[in-house]
Every structure is written in C-alpha cells, then in structure tokens.
C-alpha cells in the first residue's frame, strides 16, 4: 500500500525534476561533442567500501531490502556524490533483480554473494518463465529511479542499468556466482535450444526492464555483462552478443528529446571491440586488460571509450594513482569520447580518501586534453 502512494507521489514530482542538466559532460562525452574536462564516475561507487553505505545497509536489514525501499536506495546513490565530484550517478539496485522477479528467489548469504533457491535447468522450466512486467515486478526500481531523478535536482545524469541476458543467464543457470560456468557451457552445447529461449526471454525483459527505466527518468544505460568473456569469440557472438545486439535494437534512443546513450560492457571483452561497435551502442566499457590507446585506434570515432583503470589501483599512493590517471588520459588522447572509470566494480577494503584522489586527479590533468 504503501509503495502505491510513494509510486504516484515520485511520478507527480518527477514533473519538477529539471531537464537541464547543471553538470552534463558525462552524457556530452558519451555523444563525443566538447567537454572542459574527462568525466569520471565508479562502478559499485555506493558500497561496502564506505561506512555510511554500511550504515544505511544495517537500517535496510539486508541488501534486497535497501533495493526495494527508494529512499533508502536513493540515499545510497546519493551517498559517493557528496563525498566525490562524481559526473554521473548510477542507480542503486543490482543486475539480479529481473532473475529475482521472474520467481527465482534471490538470496544473498554472507561471503558468498548471490544465490537462487530455484535455478533452471531444464526447457520446460524455462518455457513456463514470465516476462517480467517492469511497473509491476520491478515496480520498486521505477520507484527508486524517479526518487533518484527527482533527489538529483538535475546535478548530474543518472545512469540505468540491466545485466546481459548471457550473464544474467548463468547465476539463473549455474545457481549463484561460478568460476568454471560448467553447467551453462553444458547447457549451451548440449541442449542450446533451451539455452537460446532463456537468452531470447531474458533480452525480451531487459528491453522492457530498461526502457521502463527510461520512462522514469534514467538519462543513459548500462547493460553489464560480467561473464562474456569466459566464452570463445564464436561462441561470445552467438550466446552473448547477438541478445546484446537485440537490445540495442529494441532500447528508446531518445526520450524527451534528449539522446539516451547506451554503453554496453564486457569484461574480458577486449578482443571483440569491433564486433561490439557494430552492435549501433554509443559506448564501450573496458576492462584493464586492454590498452586504451589500442582500443581507440580500433573503433575510431565509431564509439565512446569508457574506463579503464585497474580497481585495484585506488591501494596504491595518491602519486601513483595520479601517474596511472595520467597515463590512461594520455593513452586515449586527445579530444572527448572518453569516461573515466574503474576497469570493474571497486573493491570493498579501498580507503574512500583514494576514491576521491582518482576522481580528482581525472578532472585536474584532463583539462589539456580538451583545449583547443
Ligand atoms: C555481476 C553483477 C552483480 N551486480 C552487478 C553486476 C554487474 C557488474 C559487475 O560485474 O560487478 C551490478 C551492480 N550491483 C550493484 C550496482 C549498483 C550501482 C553501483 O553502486 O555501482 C550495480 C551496477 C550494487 C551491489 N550489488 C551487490 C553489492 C554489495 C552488497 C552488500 O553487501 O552490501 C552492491 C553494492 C551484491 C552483488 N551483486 C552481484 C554480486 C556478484 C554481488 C556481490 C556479492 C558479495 O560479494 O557478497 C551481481
């Protein structure tokens, strides 16, 4: 009952959310028009590495439950933007949450990270799955979405997100987080059939999921697939990015009259960028594992880079985070078409001062590569 009121009372006041934006250089650069300096932003930048997060964790009670309150989801979004000059907020939820309402019961148990009571493992379980309907399911993070937009007062853009259906694919597979991914590799060998209907399911509720998002104020999407690179290059196009290419395809490109830019990420995705490219996304997101120079000079002006810097760099000294900024700057060159970021998520025992020095450093030694 009560989600029903705080759903209509954030769709009234979204209406006062500003259009315009006071900090907009993460969606400029995305689009490769001028910027005055590199935008920066986090991946996980809410999270356990900061005690304030921690703090509003503990009031949720456990994570599922601070996804599914928007206040509480949109103070941990809010949480790294008042410490940091952060140039883009990413909502707070997590990529499990369509598996989660297509009834597969997530659960997190500590140390051990995501886990379902009912993982797929054959073609009628997945042939009896719904497509989730997203202002309904996942009601509560349109609701988190509009309180975020509405929160932000038009600081900075606010990023949506979604899984691949591929890596979406193997928690609801494999049953929770895997190194070996023995049970979708045999899934996809043995019985692709039942494998591609998930997949076609899955980019089906990522398009609804992410168009809905849209709808409610996100400003740019995400879609991460964590587990595409464990796969060979034939084998990434037919499992993994051929569902991506769908969702491309089917995403609301512009809303409002402004260009929503999609990035789509893979990690270990390195050797595949062209192939991503042409996928029509607006970006990709790198890993560390690939120089970013290398990577320019492969889609040219096609697309927007994102990344790229090892997360576990933020242990090191401030001077050497500064030198490691620099040199990826340096790497990508001149010109925009560059956010800076993390390679991955940010690791959960990195001091929050070293977050801030990178942030920093990305704004203060990129000006020259925007001048002239
Ligand atoms: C694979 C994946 C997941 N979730 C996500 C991915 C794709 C990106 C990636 O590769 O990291 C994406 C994600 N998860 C979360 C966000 C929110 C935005 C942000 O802060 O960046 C985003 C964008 C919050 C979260 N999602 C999770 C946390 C930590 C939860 C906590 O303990 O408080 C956060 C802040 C939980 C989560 N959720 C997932 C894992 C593997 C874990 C870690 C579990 C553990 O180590 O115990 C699945």
Redesign the pocket.
């Known amino acids: 009952m009560n989600d029903v009121i705080a759903s209509h009372k954030d769709r009234d006041t979204l209406m006062e959310a500003p259009m315009q934006l006071k900090n907009d250089r993460y969606l400029r650069a995305l689009m490769r028009q001028p910027v005055d300096c590199t935008p920066v932003w986090?991946?996980?930048?809410?999270?356990?590495y900061l005690p304030e997060?921690?703090a509003t964790?503990a009031q949720a009670g456990d994570?599922m439950s601070?996804?599914k309150n928007a206040e509480l989801a949109c103070e941990?979004?809010l949480q790294?933007l008042r410490r940091f000059k952060l140039d883009a907020a990413?909502?707070?939820?997590?990529?499990?949450t369509i598996p989660d309402a297509m009834g597969l019961g997530l659960y997190?148990?500590?140390?051990?990270?995501?886990k379902f009571e009912s993982p797929l493992s054959s073609y009628a379980q997945i042939d009896a799955l719904a497509i989730p309907d997203p202002e309904d399911e996942l009601g509560y993070v349109m609701n988190a979405v509009r309180t975020i937009r509405k929160n932000l007062n038009g600081e900075v853009p606010l990023i949506g997100?979604s899984?691949s259906p591929w890596?979406l694919a193997t928690?609801m597979i494999e049953g929770g987080?895997s190194k070996a991914f023995t049970k979708i590799k045999k899934m996809a060998f043995a019985d692709p059939r039942s494998l591609h209907l998930l997949l076609d399911k899955l980019a089906d509720s990522v398009i609804l999921y992410l168009n809905a998002q849209i709808k409610a104020g996100a400003q740019s999407v995400?879609v991460?697939d964590?587990?595409g690179g464990v796969l060979s290059p034939r084998d990434y196009k037919l499992f993994s990015l051929q569902y991506m290419h769908k969702i491309v395809d089917g995403l609301i490109r512009e809303h409002d009259g402004q260009r929503v830019p999609v990035t789509l990420?893979t990690?270990n995705g390195g050797m595949w960028l062209e192939s991503i490219a042409e996928t029509g996304c607006d970006a990709i997101g790198l890993d560390w594992t690939i120089d970013i120079a290398d990577a320019r000079r492969r889609v040219g002006d096609k697309v927007a880079l994102q990344g790229n810097m090892d997360p576990s760099m933020l242990y090191a000294q401030p001077e050497r985070i500064e030198q490691e900024v620099e040199l990826i700057l340096d790497g990508y060159g001149k010109g925009s078409g560059h956010v800076f970021n993390l390679g991955?998520?940010?690791h959960?025992d990195v001091p929050p001062e070293n977050a801030g020095v990178f942030v920093d450093a990305v704004h203060k030694l990129s000006v020259k590569y925007h001048q002239d």
């Open positions: 986090m991946m996980r930048q809410a999270g356990r997060y921690k964790r994570f601070l996804c941990v979004t790294p990413i909502l707070f939820s997590d990529i499990l997190f148990e500590a140390g051990e990270g995501p997100f899984g890596t928690y987080s995400m991460f964590t587990w990420f990690k991955h998520g940010i959960l």
